[in-house]
């Protein structure tokens, strides 16, 4: 995609909570957002992020024939092996709420110490257009994953997630602390960085 931002961007989710963080995080984008598109089903069937990211960009950007913006993210925990990784949405099986993955992870982790707790969120952005082409970029934040929830911020796995260098998790933080620092802000600036040609 040539360097610009386009006229108007569908946001390619139905997540509320992502919506809300997208709109804080891009609010210096010249666009006009679109939040309330009719947007396709769109199976997650992606061998990662970027793959997933890019399917739902792309099936907005069609069924709407407006740019529209997309992300995957996910946790990846060292001890397991990087995952839950792009299935972190359906760690507890399909459907799974926040609440249950969330467990279901404090679960795999049950008794191992502080230090091999290791993790990353990651996230990719993706813009599509109705003309076929795209751009995307990737952000990640390290940190560790504590042995119970804290916090009543955020979403997913926040609660649990402590960002390296922060005694609080991802859910204890103010949104504007979140933003600055978090693997969705920082795909975001990137792509916004990439569209202005920087």
Not at 49 to 62: I, M, R, S, T
Request: with cysteine; aromatic share 6%.
């Amino acid at each position: 995609m040539s360097p610009g931002f386009p006229p108007r961007i569908v946001v390619a989710t139905r997540n509320a909570h992502k919506v809300r963080e997208i709109l804080r995080i891009c609010h210096d984008w010249p666009v006009a957002w679109i939040t309330d598109a009719a947007l396709p089903e769109v199976e997650e069937t992606g061998g990662g992020y970027l793959e997933n990211a890019l399917l739902k960009a792309v099936a907005a950007a069609a069924a709407t024939g407006q740019a529209a913006l997309a992300d995957d993210s996910g946790i990846e925990v060292d001890a397991l092996g990087g995952g839950p990784g792009p299935r972190s949405a359906r760690y507890a099986g399909e459907g799974a709420t926040d609440e249950a993955n969330l467990r279901a992870l404090l679960g795999a982790l049950a008794g191992i110490p502080r230090g091999g707790r290791t993790a990353r969120y990651r996230a990719v952005a993706a813009l599509a257009d109705p003309g076929g082409e795209e751009v995307h970029a990737e952000g990640t934040c390290e940190g560790i994953i504590g042995t119970e929830p804290r916090g009543t911020g955020g979403f997913g796995y926040d609660p649990i997630f402590e960002p390296l260098g922060w005694d609080r998790t991802m859910a204890g933080m103010t949104p504007e602390e979140k933003d600055r620092i978090s693997h969705r802000g920082r795909a975001l600036r990137e792509l916004r960085d990439r569209l202005a040609g920087g």
